[in-house]
Nanobody
Framework: QVQLVESGGGLVQAGDSLRLSCAAS????????MGWFRQAPGKEREFVAS????????IYADSVKGRFTISREDARSMAYLQMNSLKPEDTAVYYC?????????????????WGQGTQVTVSS
């Protein structure tokens, strides 16, 4: 059983940056591909980014491509989401997720473990 804990959220202004962290425990972190999702008020949870477990291949939602960067640090069992040039529409609860696979993953239903989320609020 893998436990995921997100941190790093907060209230920022448009154009600012934030780095979200996801700390994993209870499993072999390097065996999992990781993902970030977000859920804005009144909307369904949506895919943000994913990183594979072996080659570090990445994939991003079009809405964040070029602004967000997903990364991982296997030695510390950590995943990160660097968010630059934040916009008010990035306001959401951000969730970290893990899937026991070698590949990047997009569908929410394919992830095995989830964190509780961290709030990101971007003011205009």
């Amino acid at each position: 059983q893998v436990q995921l804990v997100e941190s790093g959220g907060g209230l920022v202004q448009a154009g600012d940056s934030l780095r979200l962290s996801c700390a994993a425990s209870g499993g072999t972190f390097r065996s999992y591909s990781m993902g970030w999702f977000r859920q804005a008020p009144g909307k369904e949870r949506e895919f943000v980014a994913s990183i594979s477990r072996i080659n570090g291949n990445t994939i991003y939602a079009d809405s964040v491509k070029g602004r967000f960067t997903i990364s991982r640090e296997d030695a510390r069992s950590m995943a990160y989401l660097q968010m630059n040039s934040l916009k008010p529409e990035d306001t959401a609860v951000y969730y970290c997720a893990a899937r026991w696979t070698s590949f990047v993953t997009v569908p929410e239903s394919e992830f095995d473990y989830w964190g509780q989320g961290t709030q990101v609020t971007v003011s205009s």
